[in-house]
């Protein structure tokens, strides 16, 4: 005679199934978020740094070779379009967006800019 014991053997690794994917639902997934979102950070921090460096070293090697990096005319069109309609503050606005420089900086080059207008 057939019995029906057969089927519950098939729903306990079934159950079993599902359990593990509670647990990787409960406590793997967020630990795994965790790690990504800190190797993210780690590569963000790596990249930094190595663009300072290289500004560094681009501002040694043109110093040392007398190149002038601050060439007015390195300017973004959008800061020139600013400077053309009269928005000097705007024009500074977008040269701190673009470039990356501090206020001081920015300040400098519109200044610069608009003495040679």
Do not use: C
């Not at 306990?12 to 599902?18: D, I, K, N, R, V």
């Not at 040392?64 to 007015?72: M, R, V």
């Not at 379009?81 to 400098?108: P, Q, V």
């Amino acid at each position: 005679m057939l019995s029906f014991q057969g089927i519950d053997d098939l729903e306990s690794p079934y159950t079993a199934l599902m359990s593990g994917l509670a647990i990787f639902s409960d406590f793997l997934f967020p630990v795994l978020m965790v790690v990504g979102l800190f190797l993210l950070l780690w590569e963000s921090v790596q990249y930094k740094k190595r663009i300072r460096y290289l500004e560094i070293t681009l501002g040694a090697l043109s110093k040392l070779n007398g190149i002038q990096l601050n060439d007015p005319t390195l300017v973004p069109p959008e800061v020139r379009k600013a400077l053309d309609e009269g928005h000097r503050l705007k024009a500074i606005r977008l040269y701190r967006k673009i470039t990356g420089a501090n206020l001081k900086e920015a300040s400098e080059a519109v200044d610069v800019l608009l003495k040679k207008k």
